[in-house]
T-cell receptor, first 108, second 114 residues
Framework: GQQVMQIPQYQHVQEGEDFTTYCNSS?????IQWYKQRPGGHPVFLIQ?????EVKKQKRLTFQFGEAKKNSSLHITATQTTDVGTYFC????????FGAGTRLTVKP | DTAVSQTPKYLVTQMGNDKSIKCEQN?????MYWYKQDSKKFLKIMFS???????INETVPNRFSPKSPDKAHLNLHINSLELGDSAVYFC?????????????FGPGTRLTVL
């Protein structure tokens, strides 16, 4: 069945360091979405990638969709304490499936 | 205005009880979802409704029964609650589209079964 794997499960960084989370699918995806969930909050949509090899940026966040449309990454440059939270990818084959999430903690 | 609302926000109950969680969206979306998020933060889809019709029904015990009286509402009724049902339940909605559309999540309902 459709599965979306996400690594790492946890990441602890010093403020100012970079952070990357990776998402991999066993099947080709029609699109991939990224969400952020702050502690105690609910998932909030960040971005959607549709095209093979697509790269999108939101300030310090860079999102990539692989050429084969089976993997994606989210990279944060120079993390800040406001980046703390769990980042989820969600890939669509027949329907949207969420990865397990990467929980990011940032030490000031 | 709240886009996706859920009630109650917290629910504490005894094993064996029956409880309901309500969800409403005012975004005009035609697809709604229920997710369960456990203590490890795994976000697992339970049900998806499109125009009041059940689209996705994952391997969820039949003690869980969703009901969609109209496109703006998707309620979740749980019978004979068990300890393992303790989790945060999120409702979400989205537009329907082959390209996939962003999901708007409600604030969540934290269910604790004692």
């Amino acid at each position: 069945g459709q599965q979306v794997m996400q690594i790492p499960q946890y990441q602890h960084v010093q403020e100012g360091e970079d952070f990357t989370t990776y998402c991999n699918s066993s099947t080709t995806l029609s699109n991939i979405q990224w969400y952020k969930q702050r502690p105690g909050g609910h998932p909030v949509f960040l971005i959607q990638l549709v095209k093979s090899g697509e790269v999108k940026k939101q300030k310090r966040l860079t999102f990539q969709f692989g050429e084969a449309k089976k993997n994606s990454s989210l990279h944060i440059t120079a993390t800040q304490t406001t980046d703390v939270g769990t980042y989820f990818c969600a890939g669509r084959e027949w329907d949207m499936r969420f990865g397990a999430g990467t929980r990011l903690t940032v030490k000031p | 205005d709240t886009a996706v609302s859920q009630t109650p926000k917290y629910l504490v109950t005894q094993m064996g009880n029956d409880k309901s969680i309500k969800c409403e969206q005012n975004l005009g979306h035609d697809t709604m979802y229920w997710y369960k998020q456990d203590s490890k933060k795994f976000l697992k889809i339970m049900f998806s409704y499109n125009n009041k019709e059940l689209i996705i029904n994952e391997t969820v015990p039949n003690r869980f029964s969703p009901k969609s009286p109209d496109k703006a509402h998707l309620n979740l009724h749980i019978n004979s609650l068990e300890l393992g049902d303790s989790a945060v339940y999120f409702c979400a909605s989205s537009r329907t589209g082959t390209g996939g559309n962003e999901q708007f999540f409600g604030p969540g309902t934290r269910l604790t079964v004692l």
